[in-house]
């Protein structure tokens, strides 16, 4: 089947966020120590974010402590956008392909990001569009529903594996970023 729509993961796929991700990972720690939740210290930062995103008492917390970090590190621009990404992107947009964006990282955070190249997006869902972040298919599952296209005709291009893992979930076809060059030639 065709492919007609395009989601990308954000960080480490369309640019990079410059988030000390030690200093993140130490402060969810202590809000989970705070709270009495066992947490396994080994544990990537994703899986400990998600964790603490499912009590209520720090669900609110672990957000805000993503706000923070992600907004200092868009104010003072540290960060990068990939050029060549960003041309794949609108050459997509060109060909009249459906794009969004489904991220761990917070909405507010991707716009900002990206500027005006936000507007090339149909659908942008971060970590605060959902209940439950990846590895978990709902963002995936939300861009389909939203622009009204199937798990066959859509694409999802990350760099983790959550990212695939989401993607397998929700029966949509993935791509590491790192295989670019197969992106282009698939779909220009």
């Not at 861009?143 to 066959?152: D, P, Y």
Request: aromatic share 10%; proline share 3%; charged share 30%.
């Amino acid at each position: 089947m065709q492919k007609r729509l395009v989601i990308f993961d954000f960080d480490s796929t369309l640019g990079k966020l410059d988030i000390p991700w030690d200093e993140v990972k130490k402060e969810a720690l202590a809000l989970a120590e705070v709270y009495d939740i066992h947490i396994d210290k080994n544990l990537h930062m994703m899986d400990i974010s998600n964790i603490l995103s499912e009590y209520p008492d720090t669900r609110d917390a672990i957000h805000m402590m993503f706000i923070r970090y992600e907004s200092r590190c868009v104010e003072s621009k540290a960060f990068e956008l990939y050029p060549e990404m960003l041309k794949l992107v609108k050459e997509l947009k060109a060909k009249g392909y459906s794009l969004a964006i489904a991220s761990a990282n917070c909405t507010l955070t991707i716009k900002n990001a990206l500027s005006d190249a936000a507007t090339l997006f149909d659908v942008i869902y971060g970590r605060d569009s959902v209940e439950k972040n990846k590895p978990n298919p709902e963002q995936l599952l939300k861009i389909l529903t939203q622009l009204n296209i199937s798990k066959e005709e859509a694409i999802f291009i990350g760099d983790s594996v959550y990212d695939e893992s989401a993607a397998l979930a929700a029966g949509v076809d993935f791509f590491n970023v790192k295989e670019i060059q197969k992106l282009r030639e698939m779909f220009l």
